[in-house]
Structures are given as C-alpha cells and as structure tokens.
C-alpha cells in the first residue's frame, strides 16, 4: 500500500508536497537558533537566569525588587539572563545593565506583550519557546524565580522537571517573596506530596527567600565547596540537555 493509501485507511488528510517541504526546511530554522544561542552564551559563565512577569510596571515593588537582585548579582560577577521583554524582566536587564557584568536578553516573537527592552548587552531573538527554553537551563549556575504569570510558572516547572529527573545538573533555584508563593508552596506540600505524585526530597529542590542579598548569599554558598564550573559528569548531562 502506498503512502497516500496508508494516509487515507487510516482517516489522515492529504499533505502536499509544499507543505512537507516547509515543515522540512523548519528544521534547519531551529537549528540556527541554537546554534547562534550557544555560539554567543557559552561564555558568560558564571550566569544566572531570572524570570518574572511582564506586566509588573515600573514603580512597583516586585519591580524595584527585581532591579535590586539583578544589580546585585551583576555586581559579584554573574552575568544576569532575562526574557528581553517588559515589566520583571526590564527590570532585571536594567539592574544588571547598571552593574559589572552583562545584561543578556532571551527575546521571543509573541503576537502580543512581548516588546525588547533597551537594556541588553547582548540580545537574542527566538520564534520557538523550546529553543529559547534550553538557553535558559544550559549556562545557568541558578534560577532566580520572582512573582509572576504562566509564562513564569511554566519555566519553574521546567527546571524543577529537569533537576528531579537527572536531565539538568542540580543548581540553586529560588522563589522570592515569600507571601506571593506561599500557596504554591503549600500545594506541593499538601496535594502534591500528599498523594504521592512527588518525593519528599523533592520538596528540597527549591527554596523561598525575600531579601536580595539573601539571593546572593544562596548562591555563593551553595558554590562555596564545589566552584561554578560544571563537573566532567555534569557537562555530560548538559551535553545532553
């Protein structure tokens, strides 16, 4: 039985040939984003990413938060990466912009929210959430999680994902503001655990602080002993993140 027979006994509409060309030639679209996302990141190491929402406007206090942890952070040495877009995230390439190290934005085409801020030492442009995604995780020494929407709650559990399942190396990934994540907390907790769904040392994986300079002292002392640099056996799962 020919292909067009199989598609057709099995209720599966026709593709033209255009159309399978073109889903072909995407391939090589997602090749160059990561190409050029890991050619231009591999050597901002130490790094950290930060995520927060982009409708937090300028003047609020998750905002100035936010500037303060990324001005910090750039200041003892880490290069600070952000989404590229508004609210929590200009903040964050503001913060950084104003310190010691660069200010890098990992931007994406949305069809609404998302406009680049100007506050980007480097600048990256992605049309696909998987590529930009695995830019996050791969060069990062921590996650720093500030409040926010799907997009925010959607990077957390990717991480989390990752660090439970031995897919990503094990790395600080921190909650701040407390009162904003309580409830959440909570689920894990009560639902979560409580049915079996998680481990108990799953509950370890994160922690929930308030003060900037708690972020930074997390992250220094979880690298006191080891150093920020991979592993051999580390760089191996990277490898193949």
Known sequence: MNEARKREHHGMLPVSDAQLSRESWKIFQIMAEFVEGFERLALIKPSVSIFG????????PH?????DIARLLSD??????????????????KGAYRGKSPSIGLNIQLPHEQAENEFQDIELNFRHFFTRKVMFV??????????????????????????????????????????????LIDWF???????????PEDLDLYQVLDEPQEVVNAIFDYY???????????QEILLDL
């Open 224 to 234: 006191e002993q080891k150093g920020f640099e991979p592993t051999a056996r580390e």
């Open 63 to 67: 905002y100035e938060l936010a500037e």
């Open 189 to 199: 907790r009560d639902t979560l655990l409580g049915a079996g769904t998680i481990s």
């Open 53 to 60: 929402s982009a409708r937090i406007p300028p003047g609020h």
């Open 76 to 93: 003892s040495g880490f290069s600070v990466v952000s989404g590229g877009g508004p609210g929590i995230m200009e903040a964050i390439n």
């Open 138 to 183: 791969k060069y990062a020494s921590a996650y720093v999680v500030l409040p926010g929407g799907f997009g925010t709650l959607d990077e957390l559990a990717e991480i989390l994902t990752l660090v439970q399942t031995g897919k990503s190396r094990r790395i600080p990934i921190i909650l701040v503001h407390k009162p904003f994540w309580n409830g």
